[in-house]
């Protein structure tokens, strides 16, 4: 690791160019390129290894730590971090009864929404 906490500093390919002219190009709507995958787990959950996991796949491949800097700089550039911390959260929506399911989904679909525009 250096001094900076920097793995590297690499110029944009073509695609992230193209990617990166479609996140700035409103930047009051979604960007088009942000995916979110939702699945339902069942059955006891081990939060400390599913966390434990997702650090470890981000250690291994440094693509998925990739930050594109483009102010304050001459040329749009990834910067890839040594390390970076997961932005994790956990939600508990059990407080909405079962009985009042259609404020579960609301809630949950509020959420999605918040973390999509984040």
Do not use: C
Not at 18 to 24: D, K, R, S, V, Y
Not at 38 to 59: E, H, N, Q
Not at 68 to 83: E, G, L, M, N
Request: charged fraction near 25%.
């Amino acid at each position: 690791m250096t001094k900076s906490g920097l793995a590297d500093i690499l110029p944009l390919s073509p695609l992230q160019e193209g990617l990166l002219f479609h996140a700035l190009y409103d930047g009051r709507a979604a960007d088009v390129y942000t995916a979110q995958i939702f699945f339902d787990l069942d059955g006891p959950l081990d939060r400390a290894s599913l966390r434990a996991a997702v650090d470890a796949l981000l250690r291994r491949h440094a693509n998925l730590r990739v930050a594109i800097r483009h102010t304050q700089v001459s040329q749009p550039v990834q910067v890839i971090p040594a390390q970076v911390e997961v932005p994790w959260s956990e939600v508990d929506l059990s407080e909405h009864s079962d009985s009042d399911h259609i404020d579960q989904v609301a809630e949950l679909e509020r959420l999605q929404a918040a973390d999509r525009m984040r």
